[in-house]
């Protein structure tokens, strides 16, 4: 009877099962006293100042960023701002329900601003900070309830640090938001809220990047095999409701019945899209990329798959259902001809979450299956490495991430200047070459009545201002077309007209317009990274003492035309 009754008490359903999913209260170290994991706060407050400081410091790393979502969003509020073909109404390819979802902050920081753009234009990058803090505190307070608060604390550290976060976290782009979308979904998931993560992987989707949809796709069909039926619905139910809204918004916006979600995946996929136009890049781009803005991060995320069969029990099947989007992504669009960084930005949390993941299960490699407090010297030295690699990681991503504030933040301070400068209403601000550096109309004062494109060699299409004689909004503009060629109307051909000229000399063996100090006086000048002559090494990190010696460097200028 005695061992019946054992025999019984074996089998209760209540002991771990190895089909089980993982835990983290099935460690043996932690049987004794139960780890609660990271509270809401301190990720909160840790996240918080990093994004403050990405949303006061970053740079503006893509033209896209501002001619197709800073240019819109500034002429909805202030009624100018320039406009790209993909906005003309012959193409809609861009959403206005995401613009709306931004202007929700944009227009009442230009009612208590006023004038002040700039202020408008920090008060939207503080508010896509908050929107990263909280995605992200959601993931790493899930990691720390599921898998411990060290490999939560590892996440954390990488999520606040890599330069990969620290500068997509307060990007105005749709890619970012699909970023914190994957954060919240990915979080969600693990807190098992099945119907809440779809949701929420849905409005990334459509109010994001349509086709981050890829990377959405295991957390949405595991969600959906979980609780089919509810899943289910609220994956419709939200569905519905944004593509409603976005086919209303665009309409209001457009002058027509229309949807930009499904436009973009017509020129994309069924019309075979010309995104080579814009450049091409060959296979192993991602992987540069992802190690310049991850560094030893990247490298060891990628290597999650590879201590599965160590540290299966631990992160199957939750864990590699969240981080499986790294692969799918990566291998995706590494086939595609067209490549961007901010491609990459919806996948950026989940490498920092399987590289913690595999620094966490570094003693896992020496210690014996069967003996669960192996405590042998190379087990202790397993241990020791975990924060050491760390904080190898986060000190080359701080020097990444310090050589890409000092070395390109030039064009933003000087536009600020304009601001600060008097000078006659209805001034003419002149760019060539630099056209792509461009900040925004956000740094342009009132005074100055037009910002004007001059020809420096430049052949493809330029965005153009909106015009509200041919309808705003709703124009479609004959000047525009789908195949980048450059129009004849794009360039100011009477260059004398310009008040203001911006441009950056570089140590080239040619003079530049500005380079005529008997028509141009110069009023603001930085230093700008020259890219082409500086190391790939040290103008990619700084490294003390080096980074001033070895890179070289321009001068971005701010220019006005002496009056005679």
């Given at each position: 009877m005695a061992l019946s009754a054992v025999r019984q008490r074996r089998s209760e359903p209540s002991d771990p099962s190895p089909s089980e999913p993982y835990t983290k209260l099935d460690?043996?170290?932690?049987?004794?006293?139960?780890?609660?994991?990271?509270?809401?706060?301190?990720?909160?407050?840790?996240?918080?100042?990093?994004?403050?400081?990405?949303?006061?410091?970053?740079?503006?790393h893509d033209c896209d960023e501002v001619f197709n979502y800073w240019e819109p969003l500034h002429f909805l509020l202030y009624k100018t701002g320039f406009q790209t073909w993909e906005y003309s109404?012959?193409?809609?390819?861009?959403?206005?329900?995401?613009?709306?979802?931004?202007?929700?902050?944009?227009?009442?920081?230009?009612?208590?601003?006023?004038?002040?753009?700039?202020?408008?234009?920090?008060?939207?990058?503080?508010?896509?900070?908050?929107?990263?803090?909280?995605?992200?505190?959601?993931?790493?307070v899930a990691l720390s309830r599921k898998y411990g608060k060290r490999l939560a604390t590892y996440a954390l550290a990488m999520l606040c640090l890599t330069s990969g976060c620290f500068f997509a976290s307060t990007s105005f782009l749709p890619s970012s938001f699909s970023m914190y979308a994957i954060s919240l979904a990915s979080g969600l998931f693990l807190l098992d809220k099945p119907a809440a993560s779809i949701s929420v992987a849905v409005i990334g989707v459509i109010l994001g990047w349509p086709f981050s949809i890829l990377a959405f796709l295991p957390v949405t069909l595991y969600s959906l095999s979980r609780k089919f039926k509810e899943a289910f619905i609220s994956a419709a139910v939200t569905s519905i409701i944004l593509l409603a809204l976005s086919i209303v918004t665009d309409f209001y916006y457009y002058g027509k019945w229309t949807?930009?979600?499904?436009?973009?995946?017509?020129?994309?996929?069924?019309?075979?899209?010309?995104?080579?136009?814009?450049?091409?890049?060959?296979?192993?781009y991602y992987l540069r990329n992802g190690f310049n803005n991850f560094n030893f991060c990247f490298v060891l995320a990628l290597l999650f798959l590879g201590i599965l069969p160590i540290a299966k029990k631990k992160y199957a099947p939750d864990l590699?259902?969240?981080?499986?989007?790294?692969?799918?992504?990566?291998?995706?669009?590494?086939?595609?001809?067209?490549?961007?960084?901010?491609?990459?930005?919806?996948?950026?949390?989940?490498?920092?979450?399987?590289?913690?993941?595999?620094?966490?299960?570094?003693?896992?490699?020496?210690?014996?299956?069967?003996?669960p407090y192996d405590r042998s010297i190379i087990v202790t030295v397993a241990k020791v490495m975990r924060p050491v690699v760390l904080s190898l990681i986060l000190y080359a991503s701080h020097a990444r991430t310090f050589s890409l504030i000092n070395g390109y933040s030039a064009p933003l301070e000087v536009y600020k200047i304009l601001e600060h400068h008097d000078a006659e209403n209805n001034s003419v601000l002149c760019i060539g070459s630099e056209w792509h550096r461009f900040p925004s109309s956000f740094f342009i004062p009132d005074y100055v009545?037009?910002?004007?494109?001059?020809?420096?060699?430049?052949?493809?299409?330029?965005?153009?201002?909106?015009?509200?004689?041919?309808?705003?909004t709703a124009a479609a503009p004959p000047y525009f077309n789908d195949k980048n060629m450059a129009s004849d109307k794009q360039y100011l051909h009477d260059v004398v007209a310009c008040t203001f000229l911006v441009e950056l000399q570089l140590k080239r063996p040619y003079l530049t317009r500005g380079s005529d100090l008997s028509t141009w006086e110069p009023i603001a000048a930085l230093p700008y990274l020259d890219r082409e002559l500086s190391p790939a090494l040290y103008r990619s990190f700084f490294i003390p003492y080096l980074w001033q010696e070895k890179n070289v460097f321009g001068m971005y200028k701010l220019l006005k035309r002496r009056t005679t």
């Open positions: 460690k043996p170290e932690q049987a004794e006293e139960k780890d609660e994991g990271l509270g809401w706060v301190f990720p909160f407050v840790a996240l918080g100042l990093l994004r403050y400081m990405s949303a006061t410091s970053n740079i503006i109404s012959q193409f809609a390819l861009r959403s206005y329900l995401y613009l709306l979802f931004h202007e929700i902050v944009g227009r009442p920081a230009s009612w208590l601003f006023s004038e002040d753009k700039v202020r408008v234009f920090y008060a939207v990058r503080f508010f896509l900070g908050l929107l990263s803090v909280l995605t992200d505190t959601v993931l790493v949807s930009s979600v499904l436009n973009l995946l017509i020129y994309n996929v069924a019309g075979g899209g010309e995104s080579h136009l814009y450049g091409t890049e060959g296979p192993l590699l259902i969240v981080i499986s989007p790294i692969y799918i992504w990566l291998g995706f669009m590494s086939l595609q001809p067209h490549k961007e960084e901010r491609f990459l930005y919806p996948i950026y949390p989940l490498i920092c979450v399987a590289a913690s993941a595999v620094i966490e299960s570094f003693p896992d490699f020496f210690r014996s299956k069967y003996n009545g037009q910002v004007q494109w001059i020809d420096d060699g430049f052949r493809g299409l330029l965005p153009f201002p909106f015009n509200s004689t041919l309808g705003g």
